[in-house]
């Protein structure tokens, strides 16, 4: 490990752990803020973070990909997000502890690793109090694509889609756009 030696902390320290609902008791947002703490620069190559059950990482969906390769100073700030399900209760209980497995390359180009530990003791507990089951939960996707042709720089652009199903009850769904230069809201200067 890496550590800032005036701090006496690693490169990167865990400032908090927070979590969101998308369906409450099924999925959700865990969001975990980092800040730097050593003066020289580096980048980060690759993040995974590791969860006890009932805990899962939805695989196929990095919110994270855009901060891969990105110059870190001193102070740095990163916020990071990680969509996850709950899966159905295990039988043996586990002791595993959620980890933030970060990988580094700094200046002269030597790769490190940080293990960083999350606090999620207070998701696991209401996980545990809560009496009920996840859903089984079945997933639409859809792809969109712009032509070359349409749209003129600066106006809004429609964007019309049909989800068919044969599901009763609420219908979730996601959009995924292709590619990652799709500006949502905001201002170019």
């Known amino acids: 490990e890496v550590f800032a030696p005036i701090l006496e902390k690693t490169a990167l320290s865990v400032e908090s752990v927070d979590h969101t609902w998308l369906i409450q008791g099924e999925r959700l947002l865990i969001s975990v803020n980092l800040t730097s703490n050593t003066p020289d620069h580096f980048s980060i190559l690759d993040l995974r973070i590791d969860l006890p059950p009932p805990l899962a990482v939805v695989t196929g969906v990095d919110l994270n990909s855009d901060l891969c390769h990105c110059s870190v100073s001193d102070g740095d700030q990163i916020a990071l997000t990680f969509e996850c399900t709950v899966k ?102």
């Open 88 to 189: 159905a209760a295990q039988s043996s209980s586990s002791t595993e502890d959620a980890m933030l497995q970060v990988k580094l390359c700094d200046d002269n180009k030597k790769e490190f690793s940080l293990e960083l530990p999350l606090d999620l003791n207070y998701l696991l507990l209401q996980l545990l109090q809560s009496n009920s089951q996840p859903k089984a939960v079945d997933e639409a996707k859809a792809s969109l694509k712009l032509a070359a042709i349409e749209g003129i720089v600066g106006e809004p652009i429609k964007l019309t889609y049909t989800v068919e199903t044969q599901a009763e009850g609420e219908i979730i769904f996601s959009i995924d756009p292709e590619g990652t230069n799709w500006l949502v809201a905001g201002k170019v200067n």
